[in-house]
């Protein structure tokens, strides 16, 4: 079916499902109880995993099918989000024409800085893609300012002439699906439980979908092979007549299309593109969640992005205030002793935290959270054996 094996779709259905359920996945615990803070179910973060999950799966198609590590990837995050605020201040706020806009020109500037830094390999292509990154960061805040509007940021005005939906007048237009407003949310109340759906969380969560659906097949398909094969032996390659570039070149362009359009998304849900997304600490951050979730790996990027994003939300709204609501029933003295150990690890120092889980990771687990997953796995099935073998002496007797 879809042209997948049957393990693949498996997979598929699986991603498909918790896209789906994620409303009711993110929000395990009551609204108002101490532990609601642990809660993610909320448009906006939920936006912000599928997003970034396709922004790792296509980053994964580059680094771990070939081995080729970009320190430049959210230049293309950049470029995709100008050019979707760009389409929405021209042409009309419907985001379908904004995303194809901004994986059309992701894909074509991937392919210029593409070509010329995959004349090296190693050390020396990841910093000539942070250079470029850093150029591109560089030239949106300071030099190209009529077009990226510098460190403001560019944003919609009253004055913009949006062809098709004609210009503003009173307020900012909204974005849109074809009249969908991308911020209409339902709310279900059921209890003490409150569930958010959101028009643009289910876009992100389709194309998420249709994204996975794709780096399934490339992973699957000829292409993908020649890609593993110049990450095992490049000169092995060159020597049975194969070139390896024009297929590192494809993997980076279709990585950078992957980028373009989570920065489309992006620009969809909330209208602002500025320089902050083409910094290197966005190119490493997608960096760290290929690696936490297992590089190589078709579901981990997906779980690293969740991971990360995860903890620079939750984590990063601790307070001591939380922190001193959990522990209240406790003695003074033991309050403010566990709120003063704790005070480092979350709020503004929620880094550290995830900087010792990282730690944590890739000394236990190397193969990131998809090796935990197969650890567990390969623990079950040994211990069914065993049942099935004790039982049968008896059926037996």
């Keep these: 079916m879809l042209g997948l094996e049957r393990k693949d779709l498996t997979m598929l259905v699986i991603v498909a499902l918790l896209a789906i359920a994620a409303p009711f996945i993110l929000n395990p615990f009551p609204q108002g109880s101490a532990m609601a803070q642990f809660n993610a179910g909320y448009p906006d973060l939920m936006q912000r995993f599928v997003i970034f999950g396709i922004f790792a799966i296509g980053f994964n198609i580059l680094f771990g099918l070939t081995g080729y590590l970009s320190f430049g990837h959210a230049a293309f995050l950049g470029v995709g989000s100008y050019s979707a605020v760009w389409m929405f201040k021209l042409l009309s706020m419907n985001v379908i024409p904004a995303i194809i806009l901004s994986v059309i020109v992701a894909g074509l500037f991937s392919a210029l800085i593409g070509f010329v830094s995959l004349r090296r390999s ?4 990841s910093i000539l ?9 560089n030239l949106a805040y300071s030099v190209l300012t009529p077009i990226t509007n510098g460190e403001t940021g560019l944003q919609l005005s009253l004055s913009d002439p949006r062809i098709l939906d ?8 909204v974005t849109s699906l074809f009249g969908l407003e991308m911020r209409s949310t339902y709310e279900l109340a059921l209890g003490a439980w409150s569930f958010q759906f959101n028009a643009g969380y289910y876009l992100c969560a389709a194309l998420l979908i249709l994204a996975f659906y794709l780096a399934i097949r490339i992973f699957r398909s000829p292409f993908g092979m020649m890609l593993r094969a110049v990450k095992t032996n490049q000169t092995r390659m060159k020597y049975t007549g194969l070139n390896p570039r024009p297929y590192t070149l494809a993997a980076f362009v279709i990585s950078g299309m992957y980028a373009g359009l989570a920065g489309g998304l992006l620009a969809s849900m909330d209208p602002l593109a500025g320089a902050d997304r083409m910094q290197w600490t966005a190119s490493g951050e997608v960096v760290l969640m290929t690696i936490l979730g297992g590089a190589g790996t078709l579901l981990g990027p997906v779980l690293g992005a969740g991971f990360i994003k995860y903890f620079e939300n939750i984590f990063s709204k601790i307070n001591d205030a939380v922190l001193h609501s959990w522990f209240a029933a406790l003695p003074d003295g033991l309050e ?3 709120v003063g150990v704790l005070h480092p690890f979350v709020g503004k120092g ?7 889980m990282f730690m944590a990771i890739v000394i236990f687990l190397p193969g990131g959270l998809m090796e935990g997953g197969q650890r567990i796995g390969r623990l079950l099935r040994r ?12 059926a037996a007797e």
């Design 166 to 173: 004609g210009a503003s007048s009173g307020s900012l237009p």
């Design 336 to 338: 403010n002793l566990l």
């Design 129 to 137: 893609t942070l250079a470029f990154a850093q150029m591109s960061f």
């Design 122 to 125: 190693g050390i020396y292509f």
């Design 383 to 394: 211990r069914k054996p065993t049942a099935d073998t004790k039982a049968a002496p008896r």
């Design 350 to 356: 929620w880094n550290l935290t995830l900087g010792l």
